[in-house]
């Protein structure tokens, strides 16, 4: 059972970034194939073909003769997914350094008013509504694009769907450059369906006639903070694999800082770039380094990668439940020998970075760790002396 579905990008009017030309679009297409399904799906446009592969695409530009309107400044900047780890970093990266700063961010209960009290300006649309996308557009220079969904949707809904849409509306309104956050070797895992759809999202934007920085990345230590760090502190439980995989993690702000640099590298145009941090670590080494900086032990809770690939396989069975299976698809690479690392030497050397300003996992655990621990101490000493005057 397959469901084909084919989308023209919506009417665009004309905007003081460039004037619509009726000749110009784009086309996509992609095929979603059912969980059970055992067609073999092929992808002409990248040339390989893989057996139950959850999403082909294909993109096509018809036209790309747009007439010139009024130039924009090249330091106005659209960031999505600004309200995320990386995304919040990048808008203050941009700040610092006197860009201009719009975030689309979607409508929410809790409006993204510290965005606004840096000085970004906040604009509510949504990648799963592409007729929301035009407007936020007008008088945008370069799009970074930090936007990824939400746990509980579809993986396909914004980090294909919402990024095709995206792309589509960029070309034909004439933004100058898209930066893409990828994932370090996304090519060479079909079977993972995020990765495949980052894989298939790079070559659709290359193939769409924009200039572009592609970025992969590896791992962010952020993440760590409430997957290791506060567990330990707090004694509750750690939940681990026994994988080998290794991941170099890097800091969400050096990860910003880097894109800058590279977004004003001529060098770097229409290239795929890749950071990692300075070093690999596996899951157990993570948790003993926050260990030893907590000064306690953790409560460790193992669950070995063939439950979680036991797990994937019994969800793939109920459409329901098939989300699920694509998210534990990662247990297929964490079951491999893997190190999500590359070499970045000549990436320092062509962005002019000396390794030494790039803060490694030590130091910025320790950073945590210390300045939670001293406020841990503080709120004791004040509790002490509430007890005192009681």
């Given at each position: ?237 750690v939940w681990g694999t026994d994988a080998p995989t290794r991941i170099a993690y890097m800091d969400t702000q050096d990860i910003a800082r880097l894109t800058f640099m590279a977004m004003r590298n001529e060098k770097t145009n229409n290239k795929v770039m890749e950071f990692a941090g300075p070093r690999a670590w596996t899951t157990q080494e993570v948790i003993t380094l926050c260990e030893r ?95 005192i005057f009681i």
């Open positions: 059972m397959a469901l084909k579905l084919r989308s023209l990008p919506p009417h665009l009017s004309s905007s003081p970034t460039k004037a619509k030309n009726p000749n110009v679009s784009l086309f996509w297409g992609r095929s979603l194939v059912h969980p059970l399904s055992d067609v073999s799906c092929s992808s002409a446009s990248l040339g390989k073909s893989y057996a139950r592969l959850s999403i082909t695409c294909t993109a096509q530009t018809v036209s790309t003769s747009i007439s010139q309107g009024t130039p924009v400044r090249p330091t106005s900047i659209l960031v999505v997914g600004a309200t995320g780890t990386l995304g919040r970093q990048v808008v203050r990266r941009a700040l610092d350094e006197g860009y201009d700063v719009r975030c689309l961010v979607r409508p929410r209960p809790a409006p993204a008013d510290f965005l606004r009290d840096w000085g970004a300006i906040v604009v509510n649309a949504d990648l799963s509504k592409p007729e929301t996308i035009p407007a936020t557009l007008v008088g945008i220079h370069t799009i970074v694009d930090c936007a990824t969904g939400r746990p509980e949707e579809p993986i396909r809904k914004v980090d294909w769907e919402g990024k095709v849409a995206l792309i589509q509306c960029a070309k034909a309104m004439g933004i100058q450059k898209y930066v893409f956050y990828s994932i370090h070797n996304c090519d060479k895992h079909p079977e993972v369906p995020l990765m495949e759809i980052k894989y298939c999202t790079e070559k659709f934007l290359q193939d769409s006639g924009l200039n572009y920085n592609i970025i992969r990345l590896c791992g962010f230590m952020q993440g760590l903070i409430g997957q290791y760090a506060v567990p330990i502190l707090e004694e509750k439980s900086l907590a000064g306690q032990d953790a409560n460790v809770t193992t669950v070995p990668v063939s439950v979680l690939r036991f797990t994937r396989q019994l969800t793939r069975f109920f459409q329901w439940t098939s989300d699920v299976a694509d998210r534990l698809a990662f247990t297929e690479v964490l079951s491999s020998d893997t190190v999500f690392s590359v070499p970045m030497t000549e990436t320092y050397n062509l962005l002019g970075v000396d390794q030494k300003d790039i803060v490694t996992l030590e130091k910025y655990l320790q950073d945590y760790f210390t300045n939670i621990l001293k406020k841990l101490k503080d709120l004791k000493a004040q509790s002490k002396q509430m007890d």
